[in-house]
C-alpha cells in the first residue's frame, strides 16, 4: 500500500487552459475526496465520490470544474478555463466505508496549480 | 454547520520549549475533533483524534490535545518542541453521523521552531 497519489504534482498553466489532475486512492477504499488549499486557507472540501457515484459537490465547485471517477477507482479533476483565482493546492483523500464508525480519511500529497 | 477557529496564524518558539496551539470549534451536533500536521510541500498527515472516551489524546511524537466541551476547545500542547515539529497544524471537526463526514478544517497555524 503506497497511499494517495496525485499527479502531477506541479501544474503551471495560463489564463484560459484546461488542466486535469489525477487521484489514485488506496487501494481498497472506495470513498474520495477533493479539497482545495489556498494560501493561509485550510482545505476546503470540494466534492466526494462513494465508488463511481459523485454523492456531494460544494457551491466552490463552479461549473468550469468537473470530477470523474469512472471505475470506482482512480478520479479526475479538470478545471476547464482556468482563471488566477484557480491557483491553490488541490488535495485528494480516501477512506474506506464502516458503518456506524469514524472513517480516517487519508490525505495526498496534492497537486499545486498556478494559474499566470 | 460547523465551524472550527484557529486565532494564532504563527506560533514561534524556542527549540526545547513549551507550545500550545488553540483550536475552538463550533456545532449544532456532536462532533469529531482532529489534529492534523502538514509539512512543506507535503500532504496532510493525521495528529491525533478525539472520538470518544478520555478527553486528553496523545501522538506518538509527544504532542497532546484536550477536548473540553464546554469551552468547545480543542487545543494542542507539546511541552518540548524539536526543530522537526517546524511545519502548518490544521485543527478539523466532522459530525458525528453515520454517513458522509464531511471534514471542516481551520485555518492553520504555522508552528515555526527556532534553534
Known amino acids: 500500500d503506497t497511499g494517495v497519489s496525485q499527479n502531477p504534482r506541479h501544474k503551471i498553466t495560463k489564463r484560459g487552459q484546461n488542466v486535469t489532475f489525477r487521484c489514485d486512492p488506496i487501494s481498497e477504499h472506495n470513498r474520495l475526496y477533493w479539497y482545495r488549499q489556498t494560501l493561509g486557507q485550510g482545505p476546503e472540501f470540494l466534492t466526494y465520490?462513494?465508488?463511481?457515484?459523485?454523492?456531494?459537490k460544494s457551491r466552490l465547485l463552479s461549473d468550469r470544474f468537473s470530477a470523474e471517477r469512472p471505475k470506482g477507482s482512480f478520479s479526475t479533476l479538470e478545471i476547464q478555463r482556468t482563471e488566477q483565482g484557480d491557483s491553490a493546492m488541490y488535495l485528494c483523500?480516501?477512506?474506506?466505508?464502516?458503518?456506524?464508525?469514524?472513517?480516517?480519511?487519508?490525505f495526498g500529497p496534492g497537486t499545486r496549480l498556478t494559474v499566470l | 454547520a460547523q465551524s472550527v477557529t484557529q486565532l494564532d496564524s504563527q506560533v514561534p518558539v524556542f527549540e526545547e520549549a513549551p507550545v500550545e496551539l488553540r483550536c475552538n470549534y463550533s456545532?449544532?451536533?456532536?462532533?469529531?475533533l482532529f489534529w492534523y500536521v502538514q509539512y512543506p510541500n507535503q500532504g496532510l498527515q493525521l495528529l491525533l483524534k478525539y472520538l470518544s472516551g478520555s478527553t486528553l489524546v496523545e501522538s506518538i511524537n509527544g504532542f497532546e490535545a484536550e477536548f473540553n466541551k464546554s469551552q468547545t476547545s480543542f487545543h494542542l500542547r507539546k511541552p518540548s518542541v524539536h526543530i522537526s515539529d517546524t511545519a502548518e497544524y490544521f485543527c478539523?471537526?466532522?459530525?458525528?453521523?453515520?454517513?458522509?463526514?464531511?471534514?471542516?478544517f481551520g485555518t492553520g497555524t504555522k508552528l515555526q521552531v527556532i534553534p
Open positions: 456545532s449544532s451536533v456532536s462532533v469529531y
Open positions: 483523500a480516501s477512506s474506506s466505508v464502516v458503518a456506524g464508525s469514524y472513517n480516517e480519511q487519508f
Open positions: 465520490f462513494q465508488n463511481e457515484a459523485q454523492l456531494e
Open positions: 478539523a471537526v466532522t459530525p458525528f453521523s453515520g454517513g458522509y463526514q464531511k471534514v471542516t
